[in-house]
């Protein structure tokens, strides 16, 4: 609390006061209710039926996704003011890697972040005050590593942080193919800290593609939508956990979390360094000589 209301009493001393525009003041009046409640229905769909898997209510579910999400392409093609703004993504297919890798790294932090201590305390026994000391380094070296990939992205551009990121993101995830039920604090700490880097660099770097990838006028929509893809990711971890530890926390459904997380770690380093962060063009008009 004392924090977020330090946030906006710095946020109302020194930010820029946004522009009149012919919309505000317009509020609810001004927003594509239908274009949110339908994807809003997409998605909550989709994960109650990955969650449903199994039984028959998953395929009632799942078969109303393409249906909800038809809907949603014709509502925000005809809307002029979409919510999701098919058109002006298929322009930005920059934006739309940027979109979906943030997705994807958000899906395997979340999946740590939440399945590590599930093992931790299901099959190694932790208390959960341990548990959560024992992953401090995957946030706690995020932190410390976020100045540091500034540092990087403002010298070298997006590229090199998010191939270093994806890196240790691989490895991290690859290593946690050797947990056990015997593996040595030491070694788990060591881990925890290796997925710590990209938490740093990864975030850091998305966000600095973001706005070279997002047109000056569009950047508070591109930022909302960036945020969007954060929650699909942790719900698409959260699906993977259920469905691999159903019940209960196992070894064999952690190494099998490590698979496809380190799959989506490899496919990350390919997507940053094919990724070209084009800088927004801005077009001047000028006036005709009469």
Known sequence: MPFTVLGIVLGLRWLPSPPPSDTAGAGLAGLDLPGVLLFAGTLTSL???????????AWYLLGTVPVLAALLVVRELNCNTPFFDLRFL??????????VQFAATTFVFYSLFFGLPIWLEEVRGFDARTAGLLILP??????LMTPLAATLVSRKGTRPALVIGSAFMVAGSAL???FGPATPVL???????VLGVPNGFNNMGLQAALY???????TSWAGGQFQTFRYIGAILSSTLLAAVFKQRGSTEGLQAIA????????????????????????????????
Do not use: D
């Open 90 to 99: 298929a322009a930005n297919p920059v934006l739309i890697a940027v979109f």
């Open 138 to 143: 995957l946030t706690g070296l995020g932190v």
């Open 212 to 218: 070279e990838a997002a047109p000056p006028e569009r």
């Open 176 to 178: 946690l193919l050797t």
């Open 259 to 290: 698979v496809v997380l380190t799959v989506v770690s490899v496919a990350l380093i390919v997507a940053s360094v094919a990724m070209r962060a084009a800088r927004t063009k801005r077009a001047v008009s000028l006036p005709q000589a009469p």
């Open 187 to 193: 070694v788990l700490i060591a881990v925890g800290v």
């Open 47 to 57: 994960l109650a039926g990955l969650l449903s898997i199994g039984s028959p209510a």
